[in-house]
């Protein structure tokens, strides 16, 4: 048995049974492939203890500490909370960490975070570049006690509101065109099985509260459990 290893869409105002013609006509003759492309399921062995690491990079100029945690795949529920976390951390200029490390506290010439959902697992990356006469330990002791506060105190009921407006809002933008819906219909049928999820997925971050924030965070966003890595150049 073989996986379908491509999909099909088509969007627009046409009429189905010329449609049908139209795809048989041109891919029809297409052999089917003879090579096995199931993917075996990878299992990590959990992080229990941080991994720390220093890099000398000849192509680096400032030194910059990069903290990367471990998520779930990207059909699992708490990934649209961790996008939500991801805005809140470095989404614009009221974010926290622009406002509080790099703007208040000017320990970081440029710092955010970026959060890259996968088939398998996602990967959380909180990062920051020093300004001078600060150290990466300075400034890794700053982004963990944002981190910390977000745990314990999780967000305020205008911050949540503000990410799902957001969201609601690149929503109805990424299906505003004909390649936007074609896109996001290959997208949840490949990976969620699912294309009605293109009328209903905004629903679940809707659903989200401010004591999920507080779940999740103090699920993942642990020091137990991440890469610590220092990019410094060459001395």
């Known amino acids: 048995m073989f996986q379908i290893n491509a999909t099909l869409v088509v969007t627009g105002d ?123 330990d300075q400034l890794t002791k700053v982004i963990d006690e944002e981190i910390e506060n977000l745990k314990k105190k999780g967000i305020t009921q205008y911050e949540l509101n503000k990410q799902k407006n957001f969201f609601e809002k690149k929503f109805l933008f990424d299906n505003y065109s004909m390649s936007g819906i074609a896109s996001n219909l290959s997208h949840y049928f490949l990976y969620y099985k699912n294309t009605n999820l293109i009328n209903t997925d905004i629903e679940k971050y809707r659903k989200i509260s401010v004591e999920d924030i507080k779940i999740v965070a103090n699920k993942y966003l642990n020091k137990n459990c991440r890469v610590r890595l220092y990019n410094v150049p060459i001395s």
């Open 14 to 136: 046409f009429e189905m049974n010329e449609a049908r013609n139209l795809v048989h006509r041109y891919f029809s003759s297409i052999p089917k492939g003879k090579i096995d492309f199931n993917m075996k399921k990878i299992e990590e062995e959990p992080i229990k203890k941080e991994i720390f690491f220093t890099y000398v990079d000849k192509n680096t100029k400032v030194p910059g500490v990069f903290l990367s945690y471990r998520l779930p795949k990207m059909t699992d529920e708490d990934t649209y909370v961790l996008k939500i976390i991801d805005h809140v951390l470095s989404s614009g200029e009221s974010s926290r960490i622009m406002k509080n490390v790099i703007n208040k506290k000017q320990l970081a010439s440029y710092a955010g975070s970026f959060l890259d959902s996968m088939e398998d697992y996602g990967i959380f990356i909180i990062y920051g570049l020093i300004n001078p006469k600060i150290t990466l």
